[in-house]
C-alpha cells in the first residue's frame, strides 16, 4: 500500500511537472481577418477608385489614337506615301508610348497594393503580439500552420482591429 501510495505521488509530482512546461498555443485565421477586416475594405475601395480613375485616363487617349488611325484611313488615298508611312509611324510610336505608361501605371499600382498589404500585415502582428502578452500565449500561429489543438484568437484580434 505504502509503494503504491509513493508512485502515486511520484506520478502527481511528475504530471504537475509536465503541466508547468506545457506550452499555451493560440492561432489566427488571416483569411478570416482580410475578409471582415474593415481597414482592408478602406484598401480596395481606395485602389479600385484610383485605377478606375487611371483606366479612364487610359481610355481616352487609346480612343484618340483609334481616331487618328481613321482618320490616316481615310486620307490615305490622298496622301504621299512618305506622308503617310511617317504619320502612321508616329501614331504607332504614340500607341506604344501609351501602353507603356499604362504598363507603368499598373506596376505602381500593384506596389502601392503590396505596400498597403504589408502595412495591414504589420497592425495584425501588432494586435496579435499585444493579446499574446495579455492573455500569456507562448505562440501564436496563422491558422494553416497548425495541425491540432490551439486557441482560436481570431476574432479577438479582428475585435481590436475594428476598434482602432
Known amino acids: 500500500m505504502k509503494k503504491l501510495v509513493v508512485v502515486l505521488t511520484g506520478l502527481f509530482f511528475l504530471l504537475s511537472a509536465v503541466n508547468l512546461f506545457a506550452l499555451n498555443i493560440a492561432y489566427v485565421d488571416l483569411e478570416k481577418i482580410s475578409a471582415q477586416y474593415k481597414g482592408v475594405d478602406k484598401l480596395k475601395k481606395k485602389l479600385e477608385e484610383d485605377a478606375k480613375k487611371e483606366s479612364t485616363k487610359f481610355e481616352a487617349k487609346e480612343k484618340a489614337i483609334m481616331d487618328k488611325i481613321k482618320e490616316l484611313d481615310r486620307q490615305k488615298s490622298v496622301l504621299d506615301k512618305k506622308v503617310l508611312e511617317q504619320k502612321t509611324a508616329d ?33 495584425i502582428k501588432a494586435v496579435v503580439q499585444k493579446i499574446a502578452k495579455e492573455k500569456a500565449y507562448d505562440y501564436v500561429l496563422v491558422k494553416d500552420a497548425l495541425l491540432a489543438g490551439g486557441e482560436d484568437i481570431t476574432y479577438l484580434v479582428l475585435k481590436k482591429m475594428n476598434e482602432e
Open 91 to 123: 501614331v504607332q510610336a504614340e500607341y506604344k508610348e501609351i501602353q507603356a505608361d499604362k504598363y507603368k501605371y499598373m506596376a505602381k499600382l500593384e506596389a502601392q497594393k503590396n505596400e498597403l498589404l504589408a502595412n495591414i500585415v504589420e497592425e
